[in-house]
């Protein structure tokens, strides 16, 4: 498939005679990139799957309301995150779960996902990242999985560049801890 820039694939989707097309495209581009931010949150392959899914849904009905004010690609994530949380808040309720047991609730998810193929080391780095409030462990998967800039991030969080900083050192700082504590 040809690479499309972000205003030629916006053109596409925008034209009814080429939206269908446009969005096999979309769906192409996009999904191996969501898919590992999503499944970075929740854990579990199916689950992120499922996600994905409501997350393509979800931008197929509402690209039309899309104004172009950010990059289609932070539109997406956005879409991706706030999708997460909801599932994740969602699953908290169904199973009782409190916030203080979530680490436990999602290292459990991890442990039990069949497609997850970590070492320990995998699984310690997991267990750390999972120990950090939501918003600090968000910010450190995004900078330290995908490399994602700053500026890219404060798009898509609405959160200002220092605070995305300074939430990222935090973050650092108790995956350290951690780890050297569990040595």
Do not use: C
Not at 122 to 148: C, G, H, N, S, W
């Amino acid at each position: 498939m040809d690479k499309y820039s972000e205003e030629q694939l916006l053109e596409k989707l925008r034209d009814p005679r080429t939206q269908r097309q446009g969005f096999a495209i979309l769906v192409s581009e996009y999904s191996e990139r969501l898919y590992w931010q999503i499944r970075k949150m929740v854990l579990s392959h199916e689950d992120t799957n499922d996600i994905l899914q409501d997350v393509f849904i979800k931008a197929w009905i509402n690209i039309d309301n899309f104004r172009g004010e950010s990059k289609l690609t932070t539109w997406l994530y956005r879409i991706a995150i706030n999708e997460s949380i909801t599932f994740l808040n969602k699953k908290r309720n169904q199973n009782n779960v409190s916030v203080d047991d979530e680490n436990s609730f999602l290292l459990n998810t991890l442990e039990g996902d069949k497609y997850f193929d970590g070492d320990e080391a995998q699984k310690l780095l997991q267990q750390a990242i999972l120990t950090l409030p939501d918003k600090q462990r968000l910010v450190f998967q995004m900078k330290y999985f995908d490399e994602m800039k700053y500026e890219d991030m404060s798009e898509i969080l609405g959160t200002s560049v220092g605070a995305l900083k300074a939430s990222y050192h935090h973050a650092v700082k108790k995956i350290e801890n951690f780890l050297t504590d569990s040595n």
